[in-house]
């Protein structure tokens, strides 16, 4: 059973910086591809960045390449994002998500299990 639970949201200035932690409860958290996904209001949820299960291979939206930074430390059964330089527009929940797999991707659909989210506020 997989049950993560993201923290770190809050409120920041632009220019400003944060760091999301995603922890899963369950015993399998290494074998898991991981990935974070950001919803602004009335706009679908969209892919950020993920990390194979080893940490060996990452990928990000272009839109946060050189900003943000997806980690993780699989002894903690923990997954991180640290956003630097924040815009106005990165405002949104943030999700991180788990993937059965080796295989990292963007695809939303790929990913099997949810957290419940961390808001996430810019201001300008």
């Known amino acids: 059973q997989v049950q993560m639970v993201e923290s770190g949201g809050g409120l920041v200035q632009a220019g400003g910086s944060l760091r999301l932690s995603c922890a899963d409860s369950?015993?399998?958290?290494?074998?898991?591809?991981m990935g974070w996904f950001s919803q602004a209001p009335g706009k679908e949820r969209e892919f950020v960045a993920a990390?194979?299960?080893?940490?060996?291979?990452?990928y990000y939206a272009d839109f946060v390449k050189g900003r943000f930074t997806i980690s993780r430390d699989n002894a903690k059964n923990t997954v991180y994002l640290q956003m630097n330089s924040l815009k106005p527009e990165d405002t949104a929940v943030y999700y991180c998500a788990a993937r059965r797999s080796t295989v990292i991707t963007g695809n939303q659909r790929r990913y099997d299990y949810w957290g419940k989210g961390t808001q996430v506020t810019v201001s300008s």
């Open positions: 990390i194979s299960w080893g940490g060996g291979s990452t």
């Open positions: 369950g015993s399998t958290f290494s074998r898991y591809a």
